[in-house]
T-cell receptor, first 116, second 111 residues
Framework: GAGVSQTPSNKVTEKGKYVELRCDPI?????LYWYRQSLGQGPEFLIY????????DSGLPNDRFFAVRPEGSVSTLKIQRTERGDSAVYLC??????????????FGPGTRLTVL | GQQLNQSPQSMFIQEGEDVSMNCTSSSIFNTWLWYKQEPGEGPVLLIALYKAGELTSNGRLTAQFGITRKDSFLNISASIPSDVGIYFC???????????FGTGTRLKVLA
C-alpha cells in the first residue's frame, strides 16, 4: 500500500516568507508526527497529532511554527517569517494509533526547506 | 534537543566485511529501534527491540538491546554495496511516542 507522502519534496524560500509543508499519512493511521532533521543530525521531534488534535507540540521551536490536521488525515506544517536557521529536512511520520511500544512510526521522504 | 550518541560517526569498509555500530544513552529506554536512511529518503525501520538483552535478526542484520537498557548495538554481516546509507538508532520511553534519535553512523561500502 501507499506509504507516507510529503509535498513539496523541495522548497526554497526567502527569509521572512511564509511556507506550508504537507503530509499525507498512511491510510487509517490515527497518529501523525512531525520531525525536523538538520544537516548531519538525526530527526528531532516537533509535534504529535492523535486524530485531529495536537496531543504534544512541545518540540515546536517557537510560535512561528504551527501545524494542523483538520480532518484527522492530511497535516500541514506552517512556518511564518522564515529564518535561515529553519533550513532543514522536515519529516512526517505516521503510526497506527500512537499507543504501545510496538506502534511503529513510518516515515515519509521529507521536505527539504532552504531559506535564503 | 536530546540526541543519542552513536559510534562510529562514519565507516568505510570493503564489500564482504562485517560492520558493528552502537548507540548509547544517559537514559533508560523501553524500546530501541534501528533505522536506515538513504539520500533523499526518510528513515526506514530495520529492527525493533522491546526487552533488555533481546537479540533480533533481520537477514544479515542483527541488533541487541543492551542489558542496562542504556545502549544498543547493530551488526551487519557480509556487507554489500546497497548497505550504504546512514544508520540511526532511536529510543522510546514506555508510555510515550517521542522517538529520540541518535546522531547517525554513515556507512560507505567499497566494492
Amino acid at each position: 500500500g501507499a506509504g507516507v507522502s510529503q509535498t513539496p519534496s523541495n522548497k526554497v524560500t526567502e527569509k521572512g516568507k511564509y511556507v506550508e509543508l504537507r503530509c499525507d499519512p498512511i491510510s487509517g493511521h490515527t497518529a501523525l508526527y512531525w520531525y525536523r532533521q538538520s544537516l548531519g543530525q538525526g530527526p528531532e521531534f516537533l509535534i504529535y497529532f492523535q486524530g485531529t488534535g495536537a496531543a504534544d507540540d512541545s518540540g515546536l521551536p517557537n510560535d512561528r511554527f504551527f501545524a494542523v490536521r483538520p480532518e484527522g488525515s492530511v497535516s500541514t506544517l506552517k512556518i511564518q517569517r522564515t529564518e535561515r536557521g529553519d533550513s532543514a529536512v522536515y519529516l512526517c511520520a505516521s503510526s497506527s494509533n500512537g499507543q504501545g511500544i510496538k506502534d511503529t512510526q513510518y516515515f515519509g521522504p521529507g521536505t527539504r526547506l532552504t531559506v535564503l | 534537543g536530546q540526541q543519542l550518541n552513536q559510534s562510529p560517526q562514519s565507516m568505510f569498509i570493503q564489500e564482504g566485511e562485517d560492520v558493528s555500530m552502537n548507540c548509547t544513552s544517559s537514559s533508560i529506554f523501553n524500546t530501541w529501534l534501528w533505522y536506515k536512511q538513504e539520500p533523499g529518503e526518510g528513515p526506514v525501520l530495520l529492527i525493533a527491540l522491546y526487552k533488555a538483552g533481546e537479540l533480533t535478526s533481520n537477514g544479515r542484520l542483527t541488533a541487541q538491546f543492551g542489558i542496562t537498557r542504556k545502549d544498543s548495538f547493530l551488526n551487519i554481516s557480509a556487507s554489500i554495496p546497497s548497505d550504504v546509507g546512514i544508520y540511526f538508532c532511536a529510543g522510546l520511553w514506555s508510555g510515550t511516542y517521542k522517538y529520540i534519535f541518535g546522531t547517525g553512523t554513515r556507512l560507505k561500502v567499497l566494492a
